[in-house]
């Protein structure tokens, strides 16, 4: 059965940081794609980034490239979505994916 549990959300002021993590279990992480997406209020679910097993085809949404980095650890079966510069759009929840199940998600506050 797989299970991802997001952990690392948080408030922060515009400018900060945060690392999400999501915690793999019950199938083959090093050999199955990651994705982080989120929802802000009243919008619909995107596509935040996507990584391959290995690591070698990342995938970013336009607004997030140069402030955000996907990364993975097959041998601790994580993911992990570094957010640097944070801006108030980025407020959403955000929820780690593979293949068809998702996490619970965790929530990201960007506001002064």
């Known amino acids: 059965q797989v299970q991802l549990v997001e952990s690392g959300g948080g408030s922060v002021q515009p400018g900060g940081s945060l690392r999400l993590s999501c915690a793999a279990s019950g199938f083959p992480f090093s050999r199955w794609t990651m994705m982080w997406y989120r929802q802000a209020p009243g919008k619909e679910r995107e596509l935040v980034a996507s990584?391959?097993?290995?690591?070698?085809?990342?995938i970013y949404l336009d607004s997030v490239k140069g402030r955000f980095t996907i990364s993975r650890d097959n041998d601790k079966n994580t993911l992990y979505l570094q957010m640097n510069s944070l801006v108030p759009e980025d407020t959403a929840v955000y929820y780690c994916?593979?293949?068809?199940?998702w996490g619970q998600g965790t929530q990201v506050t960007v506001s002064s």
């Open positions: 990584i391959t097993p290995g690591g070698s085809e990342i």
């Open positions: 994916k593979t293949a068809s199940s």
